[in-house]
Nanobody, 124 residues
């Protein structure tokens, strides 16, 4: 089982930027597809972005395309989410997730390990 710890959340004005980090430990980072999810209060958790274990493939939900970028540094066992052009509707708790997946396809479901989350609040 992999342990995930997120950081980098905070309060930012609309149009601003934040970079979230997720540090993994407990097993090798190889073979782990990584994802970022978010959850608004009283709403279901939604997929935001994902990256294959090689870092060569990424996928995003439509509402963040062109604004958010997911990346990973495998030697550092860390995945990032660069968020630019933030909007009030991006306000949510953001979670890092992992699953063993050796293919280049980036899954949007089936994640088995989760972090505790980091809060992102965007003021208008």
């Amino acid at each position: 089982q992999v342990q995930l710890i997120e950081s980098g959340g905070g309060l930012v004005q609309a149009g601003g930027s934040l970079r979230l980090s997720c540090a993994a430990s407990g097993r090798t980072f190889s073979g782990l597809a990584m994802g970022w999810f978010r959850q608004h209060p009283e709403k279901e958790r939604e997929f935001v972005a994902g990256i294959s274990w090689t870092g060569r493939s990424t996928t995003y939900t439509d509402s963040v395309k062109g604004r958010f970028t997911i990346s990973r540094d495998n030697p550092k066992n860390t995945v990032y989410l660069q968020m630019n052009g933030l909007k009030p509707e991006d306000t949510a708790r953001y979670y890092c997730a992992a699953q063993t997946y050796w293919g280049e396809h980036v899954p949007r479901i089936g994640y088995t390990s989760w972090g505790q989350g980091t809060q992102v609040t965007v003021s208008s």
